[in-house]
């Protein structure tokens, strides 16, 4: 299976500061059909998990624009220009290159 | 909008099976994958595989593959999963999810107590 390593475990944060989380795969996430199926999911507390990002840094419908996501081949990472407090939760990646689909453990961002 | 509305929480005792259900609306039931995910208490999520909603095909994790299994009716734009023989391990909140897990259900939590 895919291991998905993700760095750090927890995140405290003031409003306003940026944050940077990463995701390494055990793997190459490049699937054969040329595309890297590496998304970015949020669960906020109390909440089912959505997902803000796609394919590496497709952001979705109504994710504000603070958020981007990089990377390739096997390091990826998620950032927040600027944190507010609706963006506290855990922040998982998740691989569907390879089978089985694989998440990483979470990063807790905390507000300071 | 698109909706994934799921069964209620359930109380099952060691040994018996439960069957949950997800109920998709706002779009075209056959056009995206369902997939099932696992959150244990306090943990991590885990894959526990998809169905196909148009052709019934189906992809399991492993680690589920005598545990669960993934039904639909397209008639109602329902997805099932069936868990059997349960353990406290399988103790857990049960997340349905559209397509590449752009749209998720709330969720059915699963205890099993004697």
């Known amino acids: 299976d895919v291991v998905m390593t993700q760095t750090p475990v927890s995140l405290s944060l003031a409003i306003g500061q940026p944050a940077s989380i990463s995701c390494k795969s055990s793997?190459?996430?490049?699937?054969?059909?040329?595309?890297?199926?590496l998304s970015w999911i949020l669960q906020r507390p109390g909440q089912s998990p959505k997902r803000l990002i796609y394919l590496v840094s497709k952001l979705d419908s109504g994710v504000p624009d603070r958020f981007s996501g990089s990377g390739s081949e096997t390091e990826f990472t998620l950032k927040i220009s600027r944190v507010e407090a609706e963006d506290l939760g855990v922040y998982y990646c998740w691989q569907a290159t390879h089978f089985p689909r694989t998440f990483g453990g979470g990063t807790k961002l905390e507000l300071k | 909008q698109v909706k994934l509305l799921q069964s209620g929480a359930a109380l099952v005792k060691p040994g018996d099976s439960v069957k949950m259900s997800c109920k998709a609306s706002?779009?075209?039931?056959?056009?995206?994958?369902i997939h099932w995910v696992k959150q244990s208490h306090g943990k991590s999520l885990e894959w526990i595989g998809y169905i196909n909603p148009y052709s019934g095909g189906t992809n399991y994790n492993e680690k589920f593959k005598s545990k669960a299994t993934l039904t639909v009716d397209k008639s109602s734009s329902t997805a099932y999963m069936e868990f059997s023989r349960l353990t406290s391990e399988d103790s857990a909140i049960y997340y349905c999810?559209?397509?590449?897990?752009?749209?998720w259900g709330p969720g059915t939590m699963v205890t099993v107590s004697s």
């Open positions: 793997q190459s996430l490049v699937h054969s059909d040329g595309k890297t199926y």
């Open positions: 999810a559209r397509g590449g897990l752009g749209f």
């Open positions: 706002g779009y075209t039931f056959t056009d995206y994958i």
